[in-house]
T-cell receptor
Framework: NAGVMQNPRHLVRRRGQEARLRCSPM?????VYWYRQLPEEGLKFMVY????????ESGMPKERFSAEFPKEGPSILRIQQVVRGDSAAYFC????????????FGPGTRLTVL | GENVEQHPSTLSVQEGDSAVIKCTYS??????FPWYKQELGKRPQLIID???NVGEKKDQRIAVTLNKTAKHFSLHITETQPEDSAVYFC????????????WGAGTKLIIKP
């Protein structure tokens, strides 16, 4: 599983609801990237987090989206007041160690907004 | 900042033939170049990578070449098989970019039987 789990694998929300996506790296992995992939499109970087720290959120929409990676527990990508355009696959990726480039992806969460 | 361009966007080859996908990058500080394969409905998976201290790397039917002077790198797949059908993404990374991967737009590879 490449050392990272995501849940739920599929999430259905109605417009205006909140979506919470979880990314659980194996113990010892403290660097997480979140990506969004619209159907038939490429990977769009959203945010890079270390434990208790947001390193780079330049790809994150300014409104409705937030991310965290607490000291204990999974990384959470939170989307408030979802709209149909938020329907996409959301992947998190881990990198084994700080200062390493390789990224290994989780299985993704497919969000559908009705 | 870094910019990665990938071509072609779609590539159709006969089974058994070779496929080549090309990427160019803009930041001369980039020193790590991975290739990912994404099958339909699945996660992107790292299939091969190369660092700037080598010019070529092979793993069975796949190989990657790097030309630092021209700032381009290519993925080569020989003796293509139906299971090679997927979307392939290239990326580039450097210490200057905090090791973040800058991604190409992807190439849809179709293997015709």
């Amino acid at each position: 599983n490449a050392g990272v789990m995501q849940n739920p694998r599929h999430l259905v929300r109605r417009r205006g609801q909140e979506a919470r996506l979880r990314c659980s790296p194996m113990k010892g992995h403290s660097h997480v990237y979140w990506y969004r992939q619209l159907p038939e499109e490429g990977l769009k970087f959203m945010v890079y987090l270390q434990k208790e720290n947001i390193i780079d959120e330049s790809g994150m929409p300014k409104e409705r989206f937030s991310a965290e990676f607490p000291k204990e527990g999974p990384s959470i990508l939170r989307i408030q007041q979802v709209v149909r355009g938020d329907s996409a696959a959301y992947f998190c990726a881990i990198t084994p160690l700080q200062g390493h480039n390789e990224q290994f992806f989780g299985p993704g969460t497919r969000l559908t907004v009705l | 900042g870094e910019n990665v361009e990938q071509h072609p966007s779609t590539l159709s080859v006969q089974e058994g033939d070779s496929a080549v996908i090309k990427c160019t990058y803009s930041d001369s500080a980039s020193n790590y170049f991975p290739w990912y394969k994404q099958e339909l409905g699945k996660r992107p998976q790292l299939i091969i990578d190369i660092r700037s201290n080598v010019g070529e790397k092979k793993d069975q039917r796949i190989a990657v070449t790097l030309n630092k002077t021209a700032k381009h790198f290519s993925l080569h797949i020989t003796e293509t098989q139906p299971e090679d059908s997927a979307v392939y993404f290239c990326a580039a990374s450097s210490m200057d970019s905090n090791y973040q991967l800058i991604w190409g737009a992807g190439t849809k590879l179709i293997i015709k039987p």
